[in-house]
T-cell receptor, first 110, second 116 residues
Framework: GQNIDQPTEMTATEGAIVQINCTYQ??????LFWYQQHAGEAPTFLSYNVLDGLEEKGRFSSFLSRSKGYSYLLLKELQMKDSASYLC???????????FGAGTQVVVTP | DAGVTQSPTHLIKTRGQQVTLRCSPK?????VSWYQQALGQGPQFIFQ???????QRGNFPDRFSGHQYPNYSSELNVNALLLGDSALYLCASSLAVEGPRNSPLHFGNGTRLTVT
């Protein structure tokens, strides 16, 4: 089958670091995306990995290991506005379709 | 520069009815995809349109159909509505020639469909 698994919820304190893990088993692999979705809003693009390794973009970093079928999103210096759902998505082929995980709800507390 | 716009924002329909949802892609984008997002779940791919043709389709029945117009805007039609069709319907656009790194999917705020 095809699965994209990520934790349901994570809680962290303002200023801390949180790592959201994502494991995937898909029919093919042509890149992995992370999106942020605030309640009632559109998902917004955070990062894209297609090769193994770490991609850093400001407070957010994303890592990929294709051999392990594993990725993580690292959020540093957490702010209250980072409270949102974080969606891991795999592009299984060269077409545009994305397969999403169920999302990880991150709650940032003061 | 307008992003992806969808209409209507909310819709209530009765089981068995038909519905049409509309999407205008981000300026400069030529590819439109539709996703269904149930509460507490990730978006599920319905289909993708490029050059006015359906290019890829997810595991959705034929009751779900779509169209893309020459100006790249798109419609999603759902016939014979079921209670289980209640969800947030998201439209996303991109520019095909740019590839996923330079033109990742841009999502609209969605249409919240409730079927009673």
């Amino acid at each position: 089958g095809q699965n994209i698994d990520q934790p349901t919820e994570m809680t962290a304190t303002e200023g801390a670091i949180v790592q959201i893990n994502c494991t995937y088993q898909t029919s093919g692999f042509n890149g992995l995306f992370w999106y942020q979705q605030h309640a009632g809003e559109a998902p917004t693009f955070l990062s894209y990995n297609v090769l193994d390794g770490l991609e850093e973009k400001g407070r957010f970093s994303s890592f990929l290991s294709r051999s392990k079928g594993y990725s993580y999103l690292l959020l540093k210096e957490l702010q209250m506005k980072d409270s949102a759902s974080y969606l891991c998505a795999v592009r299984p082929d060269s077409w545009g379709k994305l397969q999403f995980g169920a999302g990880t709800q991150v709650v940032v507390t003061p | 520069d307008a992003g992806v716009t969808q209409s209507p924002t909310h819709l209530i329909k009765t089981r068995g009815q038909q519905v049409t949802l509309r999407c205008s892609p981000k300026s400069g984008h030529d590819t439109v995809s539709w996703y269904q997002q149930a509460l507490g779940q990730g978006p599920q791919f319905i289909f993708q349109y490029y050059e006015e043709e359906e290019r890829q389709r997810g595991n959705f029945p034929d009751r779900f159909s779509g169209h893309q117009y020459p100006n790249y805007s798109s419609e999603l039609n759902v016939n014979a509505l079921l209670l289980g069709d209640s969800a947030l319907y998201l439209c996303a656009s991109s520019l095909a020639v740019e590839g996923p790194r330079n033109s990742p999917l841009h999502f609209g705020n969605g249409t919240r469909l409730t079927v009673t």
